[in-house]
């Protein structure tokens, strides 16, 4: 009786997990994400101090990881995740 009870609870307990996983939906905790386009003159450098406050090195580093950038090179006509 006990086993049976203890079978339910669990099954249940999936169910209501299962459920919530699939109903559940980003928490934006990540903050907006904005594409900006490169213009002539551009430098990660000025775009993260146009657009971040503190510490501009750790801005050119958020912006050169969520674009995948091998360095800080970029061209005129380029889009940039900005996190």
Do not use: C
């Not at 099954?11 to 980003?26: C, D, K, R």
């Not at 750790?58 to 969520?66: C, G, H, L, N, P």
């Amino acid at each position: 009786m006990f086993v049976r009870l203890l079978i339910r609870v669990a099954t249940l307990a999936v169910i209501g997990l299962v459920i919530w996983s699939v109903a559940a939906g980003p928490s934006g905790a990540g903050g907006k994400r904005t594409v900006y386009e490169v213009h002539a003159g551009d430098t990660l450098w000025t775009i993260a101090a146009g657009r971040y406050g503190g510490d501009i090195r750790s801005a050119v580093w958020k912006i050169q990881t969520a674009n995948h950038l091998a360095d800080a090179s970029i061209e005129a006509g380029q889009h940039l995740l900005l996190p």
